[in-house]
């Protein structure tokens, strides 16, 4: 029972609650007692009680103003028909249909305030008073006054918390916006360093270890000049990933430099890539029929993709046989890369047992022109073959 108690218990009166209405009492019970008996006789003990009755139900204008409202003129309509003195009696029926205004609809207030006039002029012409039109104009008139003061009273707040909601909205969405814009950014610079530094790394490790290998387990083997043009890659890929990085540094950091930019990587960088990887162990084959225009950010994913598939092939396959085939038509360049699988006794490079990002990232680059990209294993039943379609008109906006 206690616990139903509390549930149900209304929340205690804020301070604007009480003193509003304390107010309306004191103003009124002075006007009871100051003005005269033009206006209707002076109030007794009843007509004390029903003024404060009108004053203390504005207590509640704030949690029911449609029913404070009604209260109020039903009281006063007493207090009226009794003939007391009738301005004394204004002030709680303004407040209480000002509160009613402002808490609205219009529909609402306007009707009640409609039977509250029809009410008060229905008191009026039975008092048989040469200055009843008079009193009712002027008491309808000031009823009208604060009903619409308080209705655009209402309409002004409603409209600042239309304003301060829609910054809000629009805040939270530039903030939403932001937030994206920074993970994309993110996403990118991680896609950018994987590519970079995961091919260069892989092909660097794969030679250390061979080169490793042939000192410790066959130094009867050693070859002078194979060693030395082992270490002589190892410190080309080494600067060429040097010169990479020091162009993605610049990008994120906006540095032209006066201007002077490393060249984006492209078709044109597939050679490259082929010799590192056959550096590396690898037998790569290169099969261009490509169409002579192919927009900038389409060569970049397909260069990246390529970079991939081939780190995925000397890290997972040592020895194996790659075919780089790209194919373009007026509309897309298709790009396929497809290895045999490692050659029989060579071991894997990659011991860690831990997955990877490459093929997410292949995937991110062909989504990132409006492209697709599926792998799996070879046709054959051996190896592994990425396949992509990049569009041209995506790419060309993109870049745009």
């Not at 490259?272 to 550096?279: D, G, I, N, V």
């Amino acid at each position: 029972m206690s616990a139903t108690a509390r549930t149900w218990r209304l929340p205690p009166l804020t301070r604007s609650e009480i003193l509003l209405p304390l107010a309306v009492l004191v103003v009124q019970t002075v006007l009871a007692v100051v003005l005269d008996e033009s206006n209707g006789v002076r109030p007794d003990a009843v007509g004390l009680v029903l003024l404060t009755a009108g004053a203390v139900l504005l207590t509640g204008r704030r949690r029911a103003p449609m029913a404070t409202a009604l209260a109020v003129v039903a009281v006063l309509a007493v207090y009226h028909t009794a003939d007391y003195n009738h301005l004394a009696a204004v002030p709680a029926s303004l407040v209480a249909l000002y509160a009613l205004a402002l808490s609205g609809p219009q529909w609402r207030t306007y009707t009640t305030v409609t039977a509250a006039i029809g009410l008060m002029m229905g008191i009026m012409l039975a008092k048989d008073d040469s200055n009843t039109a008079w009193d009712i104009l002027r008491n309808g008139g000031w009823i009208l006054a604060v009903v619409v003061i308080g209705d655009a009273v209402r309409i002004h707040r409603q409209y600042v918390a239309a304003i301060v909601q829609r910054a809000e909205r629009a805040e939270r969405t530039r903030e939403e916006e932001a937030a994206r814009r920074v993970a994309e950014e993110r996403m990118r610079i991680a896609r950018d360093l994987h590519d970079l530094l995961a091919h260069s790394i892989t092909l660097i490790g794969v030679q250390a270890s061979v080169a490793a290998h042939v000192l410790v387990e066959d130094p009867e083997l050693l070859d002078g000049k194979g060693l030395a043009k082992t270490l002589q890659t190892i410190s080309d890929t080494c600067r060429e990933a040097r010169a990479e990085l020091r162009t993605t540094l610049r990008v994120l950091r906006g540095d032209e430099l006066d201007g002077e930019r490393e060249p984006v990587p492209g078709l044109d960088g597939l050679p490259a890539l082929a010799r590192a990887a056959e550096a590396a162990g690898a037998l790569v084959g290169l099969d261009y029929t490509t169409a002579p225009q192919v927009p900038a950010p389409v060569g970049v994913a397909a260069y990246r993709i390529v970079q991939e598939a081939l780190t995925n092939a000397v890290r997972h396959a040592p020895g194996c046989r790659v075919r780089v085939r790209l194919a373009a038509d007026a509309r897309r360049l298709r790009v396929t890369v497809e290895d045999d699988g490692p050659r029989p006794g060579q071991v894997s490079a990659d011991t860690s047992g831990t997955t990877g990002y490459g093929l997410v990232g292949m995937r991110e680059r062909a989504r990132s022109v409006a492209g697709t990209l599926t792998a799996g294993p070879g046709p054959h039943g051996r190896g592994f073959a990425v396949e992509a379609e990049l569009p041209f008109n995506q790419g060309l906006e993109n870049g745009g």
